[in-house]
């Protein structure tokens, strides 16, 4: 399930403990945030750090988007997150080419955005998306006017008006996910605490990983401490920093690579995103061998959105592909082609089976909690996090 060829993002100050492996989807999307924590962007809601583009921008005063063809799709996403049988059949179906654009970070596609590039359908994770609304860059999306909208909010009520975009009116969740531990079994046993203190477990001192992203790490300290996921306070970072220094000593590196760690021996246990260890199953010899649980103390959650750009040429062929992809057989063979699960009512049956050997990958409505998303901070939180995550990595 490995299929994306990007190289990974240049090493860290410790490149003692940044391992260069091949990158999952997932390691794209999260190298982008790490690449954020090392650059000091600090964006806020406010500023949002984007370029106006015009009158037009003000997505709210735009006229409903009409559901047609009219023209080719313009398609930026992460590379190999939609099955290409499926992006083909929507080619063949309504007669138009999909022209393909990958990004490998979210501040790679925002400067390509800025830069004048004009997308038809884009890919932001929650933060993002958040972002993006709120510097009016985005269309608003008629949820009336598409037939499949409801399999959504219909049957996941929090994306009806999700924290990050009031009333979804501009976007719809592509993926959900969580992040937890996984682990060998065959090197620690078959039974973890069900604690993020399993992290510190003697049995894996030195073949630990966590993954290379400033919000993911600072998070978990941060659940295990009892702290909001997304604190800037200072002295909660100052916690959040002693308690990670303290498991420093045991790691074996800083990587996103979660399943190839875990499949080639490099770990016995590593920080983990569900949908990962959903795609290290089909290539496992012997699942069994492994591991994968959910904190108790909580687990990050995230999703990817829909979203067509404010200056998209084509925005009815974006609203035909969005409809299209909801379908549910569009559904099920995205599901299996990427590993993670999609918010979508009736879906849930073919993601059970896929993580059948790992009940914790999966995500349900209970899961989706405003408290557990990493959210956008004020440009001197941002800054605080930032500081927060150089001294972690740097020892």
């Given at each position: 399930m490995e299929r994306t060829p990007m190289s990974p993002e240049a090493p860290s100050s410790q490149p003692q403990l940044t391992v260069p492996t091949p990158l999952s989807r997932r390691s794209l999307l999260r190298a982008g945030a790490a690449t954020a924590a090392g650059l000091g962007l600090g964006l806020t809601t406010a500023g949002c750090g984007f370029l106006s583009s015009g009158p037009t921008a003000d997505s709210d005063s735009q006229e409903s988007i009409d559901v047609k063809v009219d023209g080719d799709l313009v398609y930026f996403n992460w590379a190999d997150f939609v099955d290409p049988a499926v992006l083909a059949g929507f080619e063949g179906e309504y007669g138009v080419k999909v022209i393909q654009s990958n990004f490998d970070s979210m501040e790679g596609m925002v400067a390509k955005l800025n830069a004048g590039n004009r997308y038809d359908i884009i890919f932001p994770t929650a933060k993002w998306a958040q972002r993006l609304a709120a510097g009016n860059r985005l269309h608003?999306?008629?949820?009336?006017?598409?037939?499949?909208?409801?399999?959504?909010?219909?049957?996941?009520?929090?994306?009806?008006?999700?924290?990050?975009?009031?009333?979804?009116?501009?976007?719809?969740?592509?993926?959900?996910?969580?992040?937890?531990?996984?682990?060998?079994?065959?090197?620690?046993?078959?039974?973890?605490?069900?604690?993020?203190?399993?992290?510190?477990?003697?049995?894996?001192?030195?073949?630990?990983?966590?993954?290379?992203?400033?919000?993911?790490?600072?998070?978990?300290?941060?659940?295990?401490?009892?702290?909001?996921?997304?604190?800037?306070?200072?002295?909660?970072?100052?916690?959040?920093?002693?308690?990670?220094?303290?498991?420093?000593?045991?790691?074996?590196?800083?990587?996103?690579?979660?399943?190839?760690?875990?499949?080639?021996?490099?770990?016995?246990?590593?920080?983990?995103?569900?949908?990962?260890?959903?795609?290290?199953?089909?290539?496992?010899?012997?699942?069994?061998?492994?591991?994968?649980?959910?904190?108790?103390?909580?687990?990050?959650?995230?999703?990817?959105?829909?979203?067509?750009?404010?200056?998209?040429?084509?925005?009815?062929?974006?609203?035909?592909?969005?409809?299209?992809?909801?379908?549910?057989?569009?559904?099920?063979?995205?599901?299996?082609?990427?590993?993670?699960?999609?918010?979508?009512?009736?879906?849930?049956?073919?993601?059970?089976?896929?993580?059948?050997?790992?009940?914790?990958?999966?995500?349900?409505?209970?899961?989706?909690?405003?408290?557990?998303y990493f959210r956008n901070g004020t440009t001197k939180g941002e800054q605080a996090r930032d500081s927060a995550w150089t001294r972690v990595k740097a020892g």
């Open positions: 608003r999306i008629d949820h009336g006017k598409l037939k499949n909208a409801e399999s959504i909010l219909g049957q996941y009520a929090y994306f009806a008006d999700p924290w990050y975009d009031s009333d979804s009116r501009h976007t719809l969740p592509f993926t959900m996910y969580k992040t937890g531990i996984g682990w060998r079994k065959d090197k620690i046993g078959d039974d973890l605490g069900g604690s993020w203190d399993d992290l510190w477990n003697a049995r894996a001192k030195g073949r630990v990983f966590v993954l290379d992203d400033r919000d993911e790490v600072l998070g978990f300290a941060a659940l295990k401490l009892g702290l909001d996921v997304s604190t800037t306070d200072v002295d909660d970072l100052g916690r959040i920093t002693e308690t990670l220094l303290s498991l420093r000593p045991r790691l074996r590196g800083f990587s996103s690579d979660s399943y190839n760690n875990l499949l080639n021996g490099n770990a016995a246990m590593t920080q983990a995103w569900s949908g990962d260890m959903a795609a290290m199953l089909s290539q496992a010899k012997d699942p069994s061998v492994f591991g994968f649980e959910i904190a108790k103390e909580g687990a990050p959650v995230n999703s990817d959105c829909y979203a067509i750009p404010s200056n998209a040429r084509h925005p009815g062929t974006a609203m035909l592909f969005i409809d299209y992809m909801l379908r549910p057989e569009n559904v099920k063979k995205n599901i299996e082609y990427l590993g993670y699960p999609m918010p979508v009512g009736g879906s849930e049956d073919t993601y059970a089976a896929l993580v059948e050997p790992f009940p914790e990958c999966l995500v349900s409505a209970e899961d989706l909690k405003d408290d557990l």
